[in-house]
């Protein structure tokens, strides 16, 4: 496996008639990254993993300093999952100047949920995913279904702009109580990790309400919302919606393929859920 810090290595490293499998991260990594490049292995010949903490998806007030960066023990793991390259880039090397050129995510999908609670992140995270699609020029791109909403927006800006990518979405690794693996879990004091399983048990519960027949969703979110925050949380929102396009369902519609999301801070810590059903 090599590593790569530089624009001019990374183009050396990926000449050739390679299909190139692509993997972005923070870094920090656990067994739900491993697992995109377990499966990215299975899409191309050459595998490459980012790792970038991206300043332009962070609000000042969120935790940008002091997100984890672990190259060293990420780069083991990667190794170990069978990544190829890793490129690692500094700031200055992927925002030379101020990055004047942004990528906007579509109102009614960019700016819900997720980008209602964090304005400003889905123009960061398009950003950031255009400018590393540039660099690696992947044939394949490998997210989390953990991070729904950014699988989707990163899905509907390849289309929009006539990306020759495959973007892949792999299923949500989880802890054995339940709990989706996130770098931000280790944030969580152990008290408040035993109690994070709450954030998906709620969404499961919303599911049950909604297939065993309830229709008034406003009043079961409501449900969901006050009994998440009795337990010491504060919510953002815990809310069931179409799958095709994040919208809520409407009423009658039957049997569409629908999700329920959630995001909620339990201390300091936010973390984001979901449950397709
Ligand atoms: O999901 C993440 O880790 C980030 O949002 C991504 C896609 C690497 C962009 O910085």
Not at 10 to 37: C, D, K, W, Y
Not at 176 to 196: I, V, W
Request: some cysteine; overall charge negative.
């Amino acid at each position: 496996m090599m590593l790569v810090r530089t624009l001019v290595d990374l183009r050396q490293a990926i000449s050739g008639n390679q299909r190139r499998a692509f993997v972005p991260t923070m870094g920090n990594l656990h067994e739900g990254h491993l697992n995109l490049v377990r499966e990215a292995r299975a899409h191309g010949d050459c595998v490459i993993a980012s790792i970038f903490v991206n300043r332009l998806q962070f609000a000042p007030h969120e935790d940008f300093d002091s997100y984890p960066r672990t190259l060293d023990r990420d780069c083991k793991q990667l190794l170990a999952a069978g990544c190829d390259i890793v490129f690692a880039p500094s700031e200055q090397e992927l925002y030379p100047e101020p990055q004047g050129y942004v990528v906007q995510a579509p109102a009614g999908l960019g700016d819900v949920l997720e980008g209602e609670f964090r304005p400003g992140f889905f123009t960061g995270v398009c950003t950031i995913v255009m400018k590393l699609f540039q660099c690696v020029q992947p044939q394949v791109a490998v997210f989390g279904k953990k991070d729904y909403q950014q699988l989707m927006v990163v899905r509907n800006m390849v289309r929009q702009f006539n990306m020759p990518i495959d973007v892949v979405g792999i299923e949500t690794e989880r802890a054995e109580d339940g709990l989706a693996l996130s770098s931000r879990n280790g944030y969580l004091s152990a008290e408040e990790r035993a109690e994070a399983v709450q954030l998906s048990l709620a969404l499961r519960r919303l599911i049950e309400a909604v297939k065993g027949g309830a229709t008034d969703l406003a009043a079961l979110e409501a449900d969901a919302l006050a009994s998440l925050a009795a337990r010491g949380w504060q919510p953002d929102y815990l809310t069931v919606r179409r799958r095709s396009d994040l919208a809520l369902p409407p009423a009658g519609e039957a049997g569409a393929p629908l999700v329920a999301l959630g995001a909620a801070r339990l201390g300091t810590t936010r973390l984001i859920d979901n449950i397709e059903f």
